[in-house]
């Protein structure tokens, strides 16, 4: 009997989707949560050599789906770790993202072509770390319109 209710119901959940090939990063429950409590921690200053983060904007009027992609650059010929790279929805609680984008990830950076999340405001952290184990991090806000 599962067998049967199994198949329509993959077969509604991609209807329901922008696309058999979308990437759900936030779900409408996550996006529900409320904002984070207290400060969120800024990029720092000064000379670093640990990793840096770029997020790429997608443009002005962002809708769903979008392309998500950030650019990781590394320093004193240390190589960027892919298996090191994570993402937090910063909410309360935080959620962990990192399953969610590790298709995408490569040492260049992370490339998602058809991310989908619901109208909103989100804050995003991205942490990764080179191979001589710096940690680079960045905050950024994704601003979706319906």
């Known amino acids: 009997m599962m067998k049967r209710i199994w198949p329509i119901f ?9 696309g058999a090939n979308a990437t759900k990063l936030i779900t409408e429950a996550e996006a529900q949560l409320p904002p984070p409590k207290g400060a969120v ?7 670093l050599r640990a990793p840096k ?12 789906p979008l392309r998500l992609q950030l650019k990781f650059e590394s320093f004193g010929g240390a190589k960027i770790d892919p298996e090191s790279v994570k993402m937090t929805f910063l ?6 993202l990192t399953a969610r ?27 990764v ?8 991090t960045a905050s950024f806000v994704l601003k979706i319109v319906p």
Do not use: C, W
């Open 10 to 18: 993959v077969a509604t959940s991609l209807a329901m989707s922008g």
């Open 41 to 47: 921690a800024t990029d720092r200053r000064g000379i």
């Open 101 to 127: 984008i590790k298709p995408f990830v490569q040492a260049a950076g992370i490339d998602m072509p058809d991310t989908e999340l619901p109208p909103g405001e989100y804050m995003l952290r991205v942490d």
């Open 129 to 136: 770390k080179d191979s001589d184990g710096r940690i680079g």
């Open 53 to 64: 983060v770029e997020f790429v904007p997608p443009g002005d009027a962002v809708h769903s």
């Open 91 to 96: 909410r309360t609680p935080n959620v962990d």
